[in-house]
DNA sequence: CCTACTATGTTGACATTGGCTACAAAAGTG
DNA sequence: CACTTTTGTAGCCAATGTCAACATAGTAGG
């Protein structure tokens, strides 16, 4: 038989590449360093090498999602069209994501990142506000959405979509279909920016704090 | 020292208990059965006797956490007030609910619960969405909001909102309060609600089962 | 070429965990 | 009282994460 090489070259992409796979199929509790050890035909303590501990390499295959599902938002903002398409199109592309890798998403919003995580996971997440903001000022430049803050629209959008997501990956949906979520989601939002806020609602505060 | 009685008397309780307090000390995966034993004093494994494995007693939290919740949700939306406030108050108690107990929310919309958990857990989660209906159709009975199909009005709602608790439970909102996210989204909603959504572009599924 | 030095992988160990079985005590129940 | 069921205990097992000690490979400098 070919002897292994002692070195396996390539193991902390391939410990990545096969821990995705195995959250997927059994959960983030499922999965287990010594069993993918096993798999990739290497030692028990071959991950600890490259991963301090099972967080770390959680932590990286979050900041691994979060490219990948960046690189769809804004590929998907990117494409031609008006500005309420090109909304609905990034909204997709999101949800779309969290319903293919609905275990990843939520390894991706976990709280418990190791402390020493890197800056950029602590930021990545706030790359599709960044986007829907973008979409929402032209609009709103274009005078198809009445004038507001922005930024607070595109966190309200960015929210009302990630719940969505949430649950559309949670399989939580029960006779309604992602895309009619998306659909219905999307014009409600759009119709409420289109018209604006006239009064804001800041009547109803309660003296209970 | 006053020996202690071979029975504990209300274990399952004391577990339930300590288990929802440990978990939002240390997270789900800071729950140890036995440690649990330890710190209530009893063996190992007579958690066991009341709990068939950790997922079940996981379960029961959730169980309990959906009984809580709803009950504050209730409770809101019978208080007094025109739709809108109604409206506003039910989005605050869930988002308080999921800052108050974010550990325990993220258990209770887990995925993986025991293949014989009882269906009240199954239906449980939809008392929120069935209750924001009752106020969306009474508001659209007034003339308040648009015509429209309520049921999936509610559940879009409901989307959305449990898209703010959850990022307002992992502490996901940089530097905006919550109560500004909670009215900025009712706000934005209710807007949506009252225009009325000209040209949706695909069919609607009919309600839920 | 030879010698460090570092990166990568292996082996062995340890404490902890969840879960199982066998047993013991308490609490009903006839 | 005899019995059955519930509730708790003690012991065991396989599996896991993490650590320390060691082995091997590749690399840089003399």
Chains 1, 2 share one sequence.
């Not at 396996?8 to 983030?28: D, M, Q, S």
């Not at 418990?112 to 800056?119: I, Q, T, V």
């Not at 999307?186 to 505060?205: C, R």
Request: aromatic content about 4%; hydrophobic content about 45%.
């Amino acid at each position: 038989m070919t002897s292994q090489p002692y070195h396996h070259g390539k193991l902390r992409e391939a410990l990545l590449a096969r821990a995705a796979e195995f959250i997927e199929e059994a959960g983030v509790d499922g999965l287990s360093l010594r069993q993918l050890a096993r798999d990739l035909g290497v030692s028990h303590a071959a991950p600890g090498k490259h991963f301090r501990d099972k967080q770390a390499l959680l932590d990286a295959l979050a900041l691994d999602g979060f490219r990948g599902m960046n690189a769809r938002i804004i590929g998907a903002s990117e494409a031609a069209g008006d500005h309420r398409s090109r909304f609905v199109r990034i909204a997709r592309a999101y949800v779309d994501f969290a319903v293919s890798h609905p275990v990843l998403l939520a390894v991706m919003h976990s709280t418990k990142h190791h402390p020493d995580a890197s800056d950029e996971l602590r930021s990545i997440g706030e790359d599709g506000i960044r986007v829907a903001r973008a979409v929402i000022a032209e609009a709103q430049g274009a005078g198809e959405l009445a004038p507001g803050d922005c930024e607070m629209l595109a966190l309200v959008c960015f929210v009302s979509l990630h719940g969505a997501a949430v649950l559309a990956a949670g399989n939580l949906l029960d006779g309604t279909s992602v895309d009619s979520l998306i659909v219905a989601t999307t014009d409600l939002l759009w119709a409420g920016m289109a018209t604006g806020m006239p009064a804001p609602h800041v009547s109803v505060k309660t003296g209970l704090a």
